[in-house]
């Protein structure tokens, strides 16, 4: 099992700046895939972000120039640098992690959610 433990959130002015992280732990063979998913009531979950094990990076066309994803590898951590927010970007944030685990059936990957982390930006 993996568990994703979230931090960082909070309330900020719009233009204000937050970093999420989300730290990893549990057995498990590697973390392939890292990333921050985020939803706003009434609306529907859209992905922010996913950086790769080899830290190759994805971002939502809205989120790319304000928001930095990264991850320490040594820490089993990923983080979500964000900058110049905005009242859009007011969500609760859910990371996520692509890991494979060992089975009595051999290894497979499996996708793990932190428990989520409320960002609120005031006007």
């Known amino acids: 099992q993996v568990q994703l433990v979230e931090s960082g959130g909070g309330l900020v002015q719009a233009g204000g700046s937050l970093r999420l992280s989300c730290a990893a732990s549990g057995s498990f063979v590697s973390i392939n895939v890292m990333g921050w998913y985020r939803q706003a009531p009434g609306k529907q979950r859209e992905l922010v972000a996913r950086?790769?094990?080899?830290?190759?990076?994805n971002y939502d066309d809205s989120m790319q120039g304000r928001f930095t994803i990264s991850r320490d590898n040594a820490k089993n951590t990923v983080y979500l640098q964000m900058n110049s927010l905005k009242p859009e970007d007011t969500a609760v944030y859910y990371c996520?992690?692509?890991?494979?685990?060992?089975?009595?059936?051999?290894?497979?990957?499996?996708?793990?959610w932190g428990q989520g982390t409320q960002v609120t930006v005031s006007s």
């Open positions: 950086i790769t094990s080899g830290d190759s990076t």
């Open positions: 996520y992690a692509d890991a494979t685990m060992n089975r009595d059936y051999g290894a497979r990957e499996y996708r793990y």
